[in-house]
């Protein structure tokens, strides 16, 4: 089973990490690359999907650490 997917969103103050469905951020951080480092650790240890959002809103990257077939079938 899969954990919750992470997500890494834009705040006046800085970055959080939010776990998908919360309704309360995970953590803060001063530059989203802390925050990036905190959910991709998360997203790891749950197995599930890291989404990384830009200053607008907008998703910029999406990581995923689930069972994923590689090479994909088909």
Same mark, same amino acid.
């Given at each position: 089973? #899969?954990?919750?997917?992470?997500? =890494?969103v834009?705040r006046?103050d800085?970055w959080? =990490?939010r776990? %998908?469905?919360n309704?309360?951020d #995970?953590s803060h951080?001063a #530059?989203?690359?802390?925050? +990036?480092n905190t959910?991709?650790e998360i997203?790891?240890n749950?197995?599930? %999907?890291?989404? +990384?959002?830009n200053?607008?809103?907008? +998703?910029?990257?999406?990581?995923s ?6 090479p994909?079938?088909?």
């Amino acid at each position: 089973m #899969t954990g919750k997917n992470q997500w =890494v969103v834009p705040r006046e103050d800085g970055w959080a =990490v939010r776990g %998908e469905g919360n309704s309360r951020d #995970t953590s803060h951080h001063a #530059t989203q690359q802390e925050a +990036i480092n905190t959910a991709k650790e998360i997203a790891q240890n749950q197995a599930s %999907e890291l989404f +990384i959002q830009n200053k607008q809103g907008q +998703i910029r990257e999406r990581n995923s650490y689930g069972n994923d077939p590689f090479p994909p079938k088909g």
